[in-house]
T-cell receptor
Framework: EAGVAQSPRYKIIEKRQSVAFWCNPI?????LYWYQQILGQGPKLLIQ????????DSQLPKDRFSAERLKGVDSTLKIQPAKLEDSAVYLC?????????????FGPGTRLTVL | AQTVTQSQPEMSVQEAETVTLSCTYD???????LFWYKQPPSRQMILVIR??????QNATENRFSVNFQKAAKSFSLKISDSQLGDAAMYFC????????????FGQGTRLTINP
């Protein structure tokens, strides 16, 4: 079974530029998560989708971050414009459903460097 | 809000020895899940072990076991017969059963295995 796929693996941009990350969850997984992991810290949830609907985006900086999951499968996370403090690893995870006992499976992440 | 604290930024152990990683958490919930995740340099988070708060018996997975002290809100991970492949960042995480299912992570502990 294929795991969670993310691209690109690395991205370097100048501040004020825009960037987009892509995630393809495990086939059949209804729930998709985007986490931000700043160097030296644990991941922090940015947004959670159930199919193509948003369940939790309370920690998403909505003035610059946006995310979509139009067909309930792939998802894209966008930052526009980027700031220096956005430098982090962006992790995508998926799970079969919302129930708390469902394991979250993580992708390899995208490391973003903002110069 | 729930918080997870890992007070050991770094730990090291000799190969084949036993090491214990500490984690404390704060919550007003009575039912929840606790997890230990491993993050190797490849950045992909891997679930090591899971504990349901309503279960008194400590979870075990091969060489990995936990010491869950619900009243003390403590959740430590013991790794027996440490192997070179165990070297990684280890994150303790909490997840509510009711409501939002996001994982709340601690700051992580970097584990080094000395040959």
């Amino acid at each position: 079974e294929a795991g969670v796929a993310q691209s690109p693996r690395y991205k370097i941009i100048e501040k004020r530029q825009s960037v987009a990350f892509w995630c393809n969850p495990i086939s059949g997984h209804a729930t998709l998560y985007w986490y931000q992991q700043i160097l030296g810290q644990g991941p922090k949830l940015l947004i959670q989708f159930q199919n193509n609907g948003v369940v939790d985006d309370s920690q998403l900086p909505k003035d610059r971050f946006s995310a979509e999951r139009l067909k309930g499968v792939d998802s894209t996370l966008k930052i526009q414009p980027a700031k220096l403090e956005d430098s982090a690893v962006y992790l995508c995870a998926s799970s079969p459903g919302l129930a708390a006992y469902n394991e979250q499976f993580f992708g390899p992440g995208t490391r973003l460097t903002v110069l | 809000a729930q918080t997870v604290t890992q007070s050991q930024p770094e730990m090291s152990v000799q190969e084949a020895e036993t090491v214990t990683l500490s984690c404390t958490y704060d919550t007003s919930e009575s039912d929840y899940y606790l997890f230990w995740y491993k993050q190797p340099p490849s950045r992909q988070m891997i679930l090591v072990i899971r504990q349901e708060a309503y279960k008194q018996q400590n979870a075990t997975e091969n060489r990995f076991s936990v010491n869950f002290q619900k009243a003390a809100k403590s959740f430590s991970l013991k790794i027996s017969d440490s192997q070179l492949g165990d070297a990684a960042m280890y994150f303790c995480a909490y997840r509510k059963i009711q409501g939002a299912q996001k994982l709340v992570f601690g700051q992580g502990t970097r584990l080094t295995i000395n040959p």
